[in-house]
């Protein structure tokens, strides 16, 4: 029996950090939205009580540093599952990149064990140990567009913002998501306006959400990697309706409503960057 489980990036319409907490993570406002860009894991029962992870990707881990067996083992050691599973992952989604892949990933592993497993284990329950894998996880359980606050484990789901074309650029750099909030100026940030956001996605209004769109992460990493100014200023020149950095970069996304203007910003873009993509949001 195989099963296979599709695992979408995401992209952050609106990122705000409100204060940083005693337990030491940040307290967040965050919206969320599944784009087309997608890891495909394929799962298969072993004989042999062992996770066996496999992948043509020669930059990932396969042990407990990848979100793929940090889930599985999770699931194993909470259901007390003996059963082994081979996991072939084909990796399409950019590395370190604020599009939470690793997330997505373990979120995809999830949702397929629970179907290889007959665990019958509903969606509230995989949501709620996936927080104690990484904070994008249990946004990424679920997908669609979503209020995400907290460290990233409580959901608040919306309606489907609009389909939009989205460009997006991952420059050729990596970013530790740690190292920029430990950098963060708390006491001079500029806060992104989410909550306007989250209105202007309840009226279905596409201009206020552009209007609203913000990432307070977004000037501690351009302080550290200016790429990321220079990718949003040739986004908009190409026009873009809207461009954004996703999580804590260095990934950058531009949405826009006409394809030929998307296609525009790709063709200007592949020759300064190697990892250029068009994809659509993902309507549920």
């Known amino acids: ?41 394929t799962f298969s029962s072993l004989e042999k009580d062992e996770i066996k992870i496999e992948t043509e990707n020669s930059f990932l881990p396969l042990d407990m540093r990848n979100h793929i067996y940090k889930a599985a083992i999770a699931l194993k050691e909470k259901y007390h599952i003996q059963q082994g599973v081979h996991i072939y992952l084909d990796k399409k ?48 359980v679920c997908g669609n567009t979503a209020f995400v606050t907290g460290r990233g484990e409580t959901l608040h789901f919306l309606p489907t913002v609009p389909q939009r074309w989205v460009v997006i650029v991952k420059p050729r750099l990596s970013v530790s998501t740690g190292s920029i909030f430990k950098e963060l100026p708390l006491h001079s ?27 307070s992460l977004e000037a501690t990493t351009i302080t550290k990697h200016p790429v990321v100014a220079q990718i949003k200023e040739k986004m908009l020149q190409f026009g873009a309706d809207t461009a954004l950095m996703s999580g804590s970069g260095p990934t950058v996304f531009a949405l826009c ?22 994809v659509r949001t993902l309507n549920k």
């Open 1 to 41: 029996m195989e099963i296979i489980e599709k695992a979408p990036a995401k992209i952050n319409l609106g990122l705000d950090v409100l204060y940083k907490r005693e337990d030491g993570y940040h307290e967040l406002e965050m919206v969320m939205v599944s784009v087309d860009l997608s890891d495909h894991l």
């Open 93 to 140: 989604i950019p590395v370190a990149a604020g599009l939470a892949g690793g997330s997505s990933d373990a979120a995809a592993t999830l949702r397929g064990l629970n179907k290889l497993w007959h665990l019958g284990i509903s969606q509230e329950e995989l949501v709620a140990l996936g927080a104690e894998i990484g904070s994008d996880v249990p946004y990424c």
């Open 257 to 278: 409503e006409k394809y030929s203007r998307a296609q525009r910003i790709y063709n200007g873009l592949k020759g300064f960057c190697d990892e250029v993509y068009i």
């Open 189 to 215: 940030l500029e806060h992104s306006n989410v909550k306007g956001l989250v209105e202007a996605i309840h009226q279905g209004n596409f201009s206020e959400m552009v209007k609203n769109m913000g990432n």
